[in-house]
């Protein structure tokens, strides 16, 4: 008899049809073989075509499942915050404490004092942080913030821009492309809707060519591009500025798309020309800027221009940084003067979401009847916010995705919001934190700071999976369940027709509970009688369900985890505005696609030009700082992590390029050999991690994968390597978090550590 | 006999490694330890002329397997009904007994022993429990860019093509490794 090797005697498996959902860019399909109530393997789709199969994240999930480090019993902080000395507590315990500090909080300061800070640890429709926003909204309101790290600022443009965030196509519509352009794009790590790898395999098998731009030869260039632009960070806009030049000097925009379907672009010309500033946008302006040779900036520009349809993906990294809108909007602009929108095998830039239910009618035209003035207050659910007015540098006067109300602070200056109050201008005294599926310690930039804020709370409570940075330093720590303990449904990410239905696969773990239960238990003891959270998941879900007219068979979902929506033909944004303008006008103030936008103009601030601009700031590398911090710092997405979670899965650690990524050309006359230990390190901190010593980085830019935990020794240096530790937390006006604009310094470490 | 192996599209493989955990999830592998299939990154040039690639190694189930014939306790077999190379863990000698004859005969570095002294010989076979289940190697199934396939060489041959290069294999082609590649056209010489 062969051997076989695994398997022992055969019991009866079990096999659960359920999936992923943390916030990666994929939910995708999981199978769980379950025997006697324990996981035993995970495999993913292997039905009809187009497969959701799960990436090694999916697949590693029983090592976080059954992580010895789960969290199994509420706890109690016992050391000093950050400290991670806590005590196993009772539920009741852990509730009633709970209960009793939001009352004495309301009663003392009132609900504003309630900061709520969801996460995006869990992305189904029913767990996380929804049911504990619900409740907390019951109870009278709370303080939250505003703008999200990943794409605040390729959000903003895009509203600006076209005034949605549906600009993108299915992801099946690139193989009509003659060219493709990747900028800041890594989806072979970030995934990007699961089918986007296997998508542009398919387009380069086709012989469409693929230009990628990013500083970094990512594993995406690697494998799909026939040509690699390396490109100075955060000088982006240059680069499309310069595109752009060369196309109008040349003649190649297309005047006809520009005057039936867009407005601005004599005053974008006017910059382009450098009427503004007496500087020309020339390539030649542009290579000291961002390094690119400008006869390579000449060449995209005319093939981008030429080449139609054209797919300019414009990724959210470089719109990540200290005036990311800038870039953002470029790229859109650039996509417009060359009319390769709403087109087959085009691509309009901007958000880049594709298919989603829930904004299913977002582009159609609103009754004029039902628009509210939002100048004079904005209405909110949340009482704490509701009626506030709007937020001085808001697109308040657009729908949908434009975080408006001034009742909220932005998420990168929560540190400073909570160390301040009202004396710093922030709309409210934080006394207390409800934290729900959310490593923000970690994952809000300069966690130095984060650590002092939290420090000076009165109380903090946590919903939490694991003991992460930002759990140690809670007075109250919940444990909760993972998505394969309980029952959810997933939409889709950004641009693929389907839902995920996750069923429970075994029983949570010990005494996990789900968010929903936390909250049923919790309702009364706030005093707070909603018989909604006494229903069951799958009474919710089915809910939820009935809200969305594209799920249409709840049952065949649940029996198969899964439901692939058939569309009549591939998304194309903005197709029906390109074909019949005049019954379907853009969703912004002027009907038109905005390269000068109406409303940042009466904004009238210098950071947020009306056309989009090339900018620097104040920690870019032609300021001053760069003498002492000359080395520009990325924090890109790592693939063995979805941001900060599972950074305990002992099958993906061991795969993770370690430490930080450093050309040869600074490494060596830092004396830094592949493997050292080196401190990364500027003013708001210092982290000790490997040195990754790559030909893959441009030189002058360093890059660590942001979502390590935040890991202070008794000197103050990070241990976990935490890129958090380094980066900037003054957001742009528009709203982009600046976490790859940060200056650092790199030097050889004490080698005491084993590598 | 009709021999099965591996289909490896280099072209497509992005190093996601999804292959190397799904398989160490069906076998129970911990971390830390080498799996049975693993993917090595080739890496050449100098900023900014880069060539990066990727290889699938799993066991290739030579016709004529080098560790096959090194073992000196005839614990390497191959099955007659489709070739795939397997391991007999109960003749085995084992790890520092042997010491890892096979895996010093494998240019591929297929065979793998666990930490401890007396630890077998482990490897990729080809999923064989699998295929009677009617179902492919997990690696196979898992790959999310269906860059990889196995099943009768044939089959593989009539389907892929005779492909039998790919950057970073070593192309010991006598011992019959039973793979079809589509590789990436390798980089110039720099």
């Known amino acids: ?755 | 006999m009709s021999r099965i192996g591996f289909y490896f599209d280099q072209t497509r493989c992005t190093g996601c490694y999804t292959c190397v955990v799904a398989c160490k999830d069906f076998y129970d592998v911990e971390a830390g330890r080498t799996g049975y299939l693993r993917v090595l990154s080739i890496e050449k040039g100098v900023f900014p002329d880069l060539f990066v690639a990727y290889l699938f190694s799993p066991c290739w189930h030579c016709e004529d397997p080098p560790c096959l014939k090194a073992c000196p306790a005839g614990a390497i077999t191959q099955r007659e009904k489709d070739g795939i190379v397997v391991v007999d863990p109960g003749r085995c000698l084992g790890r520092d007994q042997c010491p890892e004859k096979c895996k010093k005969a494998c240019p591929w570095d297929a065979p793998q022993f666990g930490p401890q002294g007396d630890a077998k010989m482990e490897k990729c076979q080809l999923c064989l429990e699998r295929w009677e289940e009617g179902r492919k190697p997990v690696c196979v199934e898992a790959c999310p860019l269906l860059a990889l396939d196995a099943g009768p060489l044939e089959e593989l041959r009539k389907k892929y093509g005779e492909g039998q290069g790919a950057v970073g294999f070593k192309p010991l082609w006598r011992f019959r490794p039973s793979v079809v590649f589509k590789g990436k056209k390798p980089p110039a010489p720099y």
Not at chain 1, 324 to 331: I, T
Not at chain 1, 521 to 527: E, I, T, V
Not at chain 1, 545 to 566: H, N, P, Q, W, Y
């Open chain 1, 1 to 755: 008899m062969d051997t076989i090797q695994a398997e022992g005697p055969k019991e009866e498996v079990v096999v659960v049809n359920t999936g992923c959902c943390h916030d990666c860019g994929g939910r995708c399909v999981l199978k769980a073989h379950v025997r006697n109530g324990k996981v035993i393997r995970l495999e993913s789709d292997t039905g009809p075509e187009p497969q959701i199969r799960a990436c090694l994240r999916g697949r590693a999930y029983r090592q976080r499942l059954y992580s010895p480090d789960r969290l199994k019993y509420p706890l109690r902080r016992v050391g000093e915050r950050g400290e991670g000395k806590f005590e196993r507590i009772s539920w009741d315990e852990a509730l009633d404490t709970v209960a009793y500090e939001l009352k004495r909080v309301k009663a003392a300061y009132g609900n504003a004092a309630i900061l709520f800070l969801p996460g995006a640890g869990n992305q189904g429709l029913l767990h996380g942080p929804i049911m504990p926003g619900m409740l907390l909204q019951e109870f009278g309101g709370f303080t939250r913030f505003w703008g999200i790290p990943s794409y605040e600022g390729a959000l903003f443009a895009s509203m600006a821009t076209y005034g949605t965030i549906r600009t993108g196509n299915s992801r099946e519509d690139l193989l009509n492309s003659r060219l493709i352009i990747l900028w800041g794009w890594n989806p072979a790590h970030t995934i990007w809707d699961p089918e986007t790898n296997l998508t542009l395999a398919k387009a380069k098998e086709k012989g469409i060519r693929m230009v990628a731009v990013d500083p970094r030869y990512t594993d995406t260039a690697a494998t799909f591009a026939d040509q690699w632009i390396p490109i100075r960070p955060g000088t982006d806009a240059a680069m499309l500025a310069a595109m752009a030049f060369v196309i109008v000097s040349e003649g190649l925009e297309d005047r006809d798309f520009l005057n039936k379907y867009a407005q601005g672009f004599e005053t974008y010309r006017d910059y382009l020309l450098g009427k503004e500033d007496g500087r020309p946008k020339t390539p030649e302006w542009a290579e000291p800027i961002t390094r690119v040779p400008a006869k390579t900036i000449a060449d995209l520009a005319r093939a981008y221009a030429t080449q139609k349809p054209a797919a300019l993906i414009a990724g959210w990294g470089p719109a990540r940084t200290a005036i990311g809108e800038q870039y953002a909007r470029s790229a859109a602009v650039l996509c417009a003067l060359t009319g390769n929108i709403g087109i087959p095998g085009g691509y309009a830039a901007g958000f880049m979401r594709a298919y989603s239910s829930r904004e299913a009618s977002h582009l159609q035209k609103k009754d004029p009847t039902l628009k509210i003035d939002k100048s004079k207050g904005i209405p909110s659910s949340n009482p704490v916010e509701n009626g506030a007015p709007p937020r001085p540098y808001s697109l308040y006067k657009l729908s949908g995705g434009t975080n408006a109300t001034s009742a909220r602070i932005h998420q990168s200056l929560i540190w400073d919001a909570i160390l301040k109050g009202k004396a710093g201008g922030y709309p409210a005294d934080l006394k207390m934190a409800y934290i729900v599926a959310s490593n923000c310690l970690n994952q809000y930039p300069n966690a130095n700071l984060g650590a002092q804020a939290l420090k000076r709370l009165e109380f903090i409570v946590i919903h939490e999976q694991f003991l992460t940075p930002t759990a140690r330093f809670a007075d109250i720590v919940l444990p909760v369940n993972t998505f394969l303990e309980r029952e959810d449904i997933a939409p889709p990410w950004l641009g693929s027709p389907y839902y995920i239905y996750l069923n429970k696969a075994v029983d949570p773990l010990e005494e996990t509970k789900s968010d929903l239960e936390i909250c049923r238990l919790l309702a009364p003891r706030l005093g707070i009688q909603n018989d909604f959270f006494n229903l069951s998941e799958e009474e919710i879900l089915r809910l939820f369900a009935s809200r969305r007219k594209d799920i249409t068979d709840f049952e065949a979902m649940k029996r198969d985890g899964v439901l692939k929506i058939k569309l009549p033909e591939p998304i194309v944004a903005f197709r029906d505005q390109i074909r019949d303008p005049e019954h379907h006008p853009f969703p912004t103030l002027s009907g038109k696609i905005e390269i000068d936008c109406d409303h940042i103009k009466e904004m009238n601030h210098p950071r947020i030009p009306s056309v989009p601009k090339y900018l620097s700031h104040p920690e870019h590398y032609d300021t001053p700082l760069a003498e002492k911090y000359p080395l520009q710092l990325l924090t890109t997405h790592a693939k063995t992590r979805t941001h900060s979670t599972l950074e305990m899965v002992p099958w993906l650690k061991e795969l993770e390029v370690r430490g930080v990524w450093i050309n040869p050309v600074d490494a060596a006359p830092r004396n830094i050999r592949p493997g050292d230990w080196v401190d990364v390190f500027n003013d708001r901190g210092r982290i000790r991690v490997p040195a990754y010593v790559t030909e893959r980085i441009m030189p002058g830019v360093v890059n660590v994968c942001q979502g390590g935990w935040y890991n202070p020794d008794e000197n103050g240096v990070d241990r976990g390597g935490c890129a958090n530790t380094l980066t900037r937390s003054e957001p742009s006006p528009g709203g982009a978090f600046p976490m790859n604009s940060a200056l650092v310094q790199v030097e050889r470490a004490p080698q005491e550590q084993d590598g």
